[in-house]
């Protein structure tokens, strides 16, 4: 585990004197410590915090320099989350140092010299112990949140967790074509990769539109928009999605539909341990997944309502009427668009 900390370990010196400051490099270098950013002076040390993430700072004082204290104001303001340890001789520069803390909240620890005990490479294996599991755990965190949609972290810090959402949206689909006759094609490990290529572009072009990635559903995916100017928004999206697919070897349909639907988490909510999963859920989520059925390579299919209201003309939309859809008891007013880069003033 200590060498494990060691090795992980972020540290940044910061200390004017070059003798002081090779001392305290070699007894870090001979415990180990070889990931140490070195600073001579203030003026160096904010192009220093740009590139470097310290998880310990540690501020060698010298008392005839007392305005470098600033440094750690410094240190604070570009990287709050790192700890930082002040070496101070005793006598009334300990004292100024501890008071300009106290009054600050810039020093985290402030240890008396000299350092010929241990006590100063302990404080510093103690703190940085805390804060590699806090860099590991706020990694884990991220990599965790980047599985479930932004919805289901709110969901998530809800008080009842049976708890739904019932609001207007429009819901996004996509589907790839021919992706099962290409799967036996070509190896799995390369369609693996041109269809994360696929879904991560998708992903991303959502993003851009102020949509939500909600789930992927194998060979597409499905996300929503909410808020004002959602119709506008999406319709925009679809149509960006569909000039990509004429793009790629991957090309797939766009469907779009809007209307009220249900959002919250799904499964077994009253036993510790069983799976849930973050769903967008609804009549208007099966019209958009209906509706992608439909579409062909490269086009997007929408409900009349979308348009009437984002007023896209240009593609040309077309126009299907009532049409009858598969789980729909009364024909639903559709409309089509099959944009190309010309249409929609791209250029290669």
Not at 71 to 85: E, F, H, N, S, Y
Request: glycine fraction near 8%; proline fraction near 4%.
């Amino acid at each position: 585990m200590e060498d494990r900390l060691v090795k992980n370990s972020k540290l940044m010196l910061i200390d004017s004197d070059g003798y002081t400051r090779s001392l305290l490099m070699e007894g870090l270098a001979v415990r180990g410590y070889v990931n140490v950013k070195l600073v001579n002076s203030a003026l160096e040390l904010p192009s220093a915090l740009e590139s470097a993430q310290p998880d310990v700072v540690i501020f060698n004082y010298h008392s005839d320099k007392p305005d470098s204290l600033s440094a750690c104001t410094t240190v604070k303001l570009m990287r709050p989350q790192a700890a930082i340890v002040a070496i101070v001789s005793p006598g009334p520069a300990l004292k100024a140092v501890r008071t300009w803390s106290l009054q600050t909240r810039g020093i985290d620890v402030v240890i008396e010299k000299p350092l010929s005990d241990e006590r100063f490479f302990i404080t510093l294996q103690d703190l940085l112990q805390v804060k590699v599991s806090m860099r590991e755990l706020q990694s884990k965190s991220q990599q965790l949140s980047n599985l479930v949609p932004e919805g289901a972290l709110s969901a998530i810090e809800s008080s009842d967790n049976a708890e739904s959402e019932l609001f207007e949206a429009v819901v996004l689909f996509t589907d790839m074509r021919g992706s099962s006759q290409l799967i036996r094609k070509m190896p799995p490990r390369s369609f693996f990769n041109l269809l994360n290529q696929s879904l991560s572009a998708q992903s991303i072009q959502i993003r851009q539109h102020q949509g939500s990635v909600i789930k992927y559903t194998g060979d597409g995916l499905m996300a929503i928009f909410r808020g004002t100017g959602k119709s506008y928004l999406a319709l925009q999206c679809a149509l960006d999605l569909a000039i990509t697919s004429n793009t790629q070897e991957l090309s797939f349909g766009v469907g779009v539909a809007k209307g009220m639907v249900l959002a919250g988490l799904i499964g077994d909510f009253k036993h510790a341990g069983q799976r849930r999963q973050y769903d967008v859920i609804g009549a208007t989520a099966h019209l958009a997944a209906r509706l992608c059925e439909m579409a062909d390579p490269g086009e997007v299919i929408a409900t009349g309502n979308i348009n009437a209201v984002a007023k896209v003309t240009n593609p040309t939309p077309r126009a299907f009427g009532k049409v009858s859809i598969r789980g729909f008891n009364h024909g639903t007013e559709c409309v089509a668009f099959k944009p190309s880069n010309e249409s929609m003033g791209v250029h290669e």
